[in-house]
T-cell receptor
């Protein structure tokens, strides 16, 4: 079975500072990796995904993540955060199941950007 | 194009009562998923439909939960009778087609509180 660990439940950071949200996964097979964001009172929105190819993946809103197979990590980074980035962020892996794909999520990291 | 919608957005019921959650996927999406996030825990997979057929219901917690997708369009998730531990946010997602990866689009969730 696959599992995802997000090491920080909350990350406070000042506006315009860089941020890294950590994600580690365990899987015995090749994985697809994702970061989702949930803004208050909204659904989960896909930030970025790694399927194959370049290990550095760029997403929306200036976020990027790096897939590191040897360390089984997929950390999310942004060089300069804005107040509007305050949200909860979820790392997930995809597990093909028959005709579909089940997502396994980490526990989430609440990013709190302070002025 | 309308996204995934869920109704109601909030539901507060007493232990022992019945609640039905509804999900309308994106038009044309054959795959429909239900997930749940219990307070403070990870988002967990419940089940997967392809059109009207249940493909995988390995995540359903017990037989108090019944999901249907009549006609392969919207889906309902009924909890009967509800217990305190059923409180949480129930997410629905849909995706198009099958294969190794198809992006899942999430709805805003239904927050269920069982008193």
């Amino acid at each position: 079975a696959q599992s995802v660990t997000q090491l920080d439940s909350q990350v406070p950071v000042f506006e315009e500072a860089p941020v890294e949200l950590r994600c580690n996964y365990s899987s015995s097979v090749s994985v697809y990796l994702f970061w989702y964001v949930q803004y208050p009172n909204q659904g989960l929105q896909l930030l970025l995904k790694y399927l194959s190819g370049s290990t550095l993946v760029k997403g929306i809103n200036g976020f990027e993540a790096e897939f590191n197979k040897s360390q089984t990590s997929f950390h999310l980074r942004k060089p300069s955060v804005h107040i509007s980035d305050t949200a909860e962020y979820f790392c997930a892996v995809n597990e093909p199941r028959g005709a579909g794909n089940m997502l396994t999520f980490g526990g989430g990291t609440r990013l709190m950007v302070k002025p | 194009e309308a996204g995934v919608t869920q109704f109601p957005s909030h539901s507060v019921i007493e232990k022992g009562q019945t609640v039905t959650l509804r999900c309308d996927p994106i038009s044309g999406h054959d795959n429909l998923y239900w997930y749940r996030r219990v307070m403070g825990k990870e988002i967990k997979f419940l089940l997967h439909f392809v059109k009207e057929s249940k493909q995988d219901e390995s995540g359903m917690p017990n037989n108090r939960f019944l999901a249907e997708r009549t006609g392969g369009t919207y889906s309902t998730l009924k909890v009967q009778p509800a217990e305190l531990e059923d409180s949480g946010v129930y997410f629905c997602a849909s995706s198009q087609g099958t294969g190794s990866y198809n992006e899942q689009f999430f709805g805003p969730g239904t927050r269920l509180t069982v008193l």
